[in-house]
T-cell receptor
């Protein structure tokens, strides 16, 4: 794995959609992941996408992958207060995960 | 996915001492990993815990400082030795679920929050 970059903060109004962006440099990445870390907790795997896919939807979550631009995004529809957390993008080309710095999402009423 | 129990959940330790963190998995897994998350930072892989052989360490991490045991396919320990305040971090155990089907992913324990004073 190589560098993975994310914006550090996102503030969103409750009920709106959140979009968290991530870029990576390793062109041989095979799996890309989104993890959620709530305060004082470990990491929860939200979703993942294979590098041969360009979109994956799972309930309120939509992952978009632009392999050409090495850009990954996570869209959370109808954002709720329980979605307030740090979201980590991660990639791997073998078994080692490389993580971004994490995006802190704050949901305001 | 696998369920991980990590102990202790937190500890405050004196500098110069050592702490051993345990990671117990509810099923046999091939791959187990140890990560460090320094305050306000992302996760960094310390090492891959190999069953029956020495752990594989990443650049910047050495066995004398972070000895790891992996006696079987469901258990591993990480020791943080001769601690200093710079070792204050969250330490996380992770396992690879290994099922590259519809539910592949890496599962993490809840972490050990270590403060060295």
């Amino acid at each position: 794995g190589e560098d993975v970059e994310q914006s550090l903060f996102l503030s969103v109004r409750e009920g709106d959609s959140s979009v968290i962006n991530c870029t990576y440099t390793d062109s041989s990445s095979t799996y890309l992941y989104w993890y959620k870390q709530e305060p004082g907790a470990g990491l929860q795997l939200l979703t993942y996408i294979f590098s041969n896919m360009d979109m994956k939807q799972d309930q309120r979550l939509t992952v978009l992958l632009n392999k050409k631009d090495k850009h990954l995004s996570l869209r959370i529809a109808d954002t709720q207060t329980g979605d307030s957390a740090i979201y980590f993008c991660a990639e791997t080309d073998d078994y080692k995960l490389s993580f971004g710095a994490g995006t802190t999402v704050t949901v305001r009423a | 996915s696998a369920v991980i129990s990590q102990k202790p959940s937190r500890d405050i330790c004196q500098r110069g001492t050592s702490l051993t963190i345990q990671c117990q998995v509810d099923s046999q897994v091939t791959m187990m990993f140890w990560y460090r998350q320094q305050p306000g930072q992302s996760l960094t892989l310390i090492a891959t815990a190999n069953q029956g052989s020495e752990a594989t360490y990443e650049s910047g991490f050495v066995i004398d400082k972070f000895p790891i045991s992996r006696p079987n396919l469901t258990f591993s320990t990480l020791t943080v030795s001769n601690m200093s305040p710079e070792d204050s971090s969250i330490y996380l155990c992770s396992v690879g679920d290994g099922n590259r089907g519809s539910n592949y992913g890496y599962t993490f324990g809840s972490g050990t929050r270590l403060t060295v004073v």
